[in-house]
């Protein structure tokens, strides 16, 4: 019965900034981490950033210094702030839950960049 429900996203020029939320409904009883990835087509997903139980962050090289993953425990929500966004950023973000031993996903939000 878990339900991750993204929103935002969406289309901006380069340089410009996005954000991307995702709120969590359902008997949760113990979040590991939360995160988002994204997938652009043809290519794997790949991990964007994670904020795990402790507050810990995790970020792939390629948005650090850009993004900032952020989260609000008392409503089961994560956020990603993107900025100085890049057309390479386009993809399609999935939001990411994990509590042992599942893992859920949301159904994506796409976000695009322009030169």
């Known amino acids: 019965q878990v339900q991750l429900v993204e929103s935002g996203g969406g289309l901006v020029q380069a340089g410009g900034s996005l954000r991307l939320s995702c709120a969590a409904s359902?008997?949760?009883?113990?979040?590991?981490?939360m995160g988002w990835y994204r997938q652009a087509p043809g290519k794997q997903r790949e991990l964007v950033a994670t904020i795990n139980r402790g507050g810990t962050t995790n970020y792939a090289d390629s948005v650090k210094g850009r993004f900032t993953i952020s989260r609000d425990n008392a409503k089961i929500a994560v956020y990603l702030d993107m900025s100085s966004l890049k057309p390479e950023d386009t993809a399609v973000y999935y939001c990411n839950l994990r509590a042992w031993p599942y893992e859920h996903w949301g159904q994506g939000k796409q976000v695009t960049v322009s030169s």
């Open positions: 359902g008997s949760i009883p113990s979040i590991n981490a």
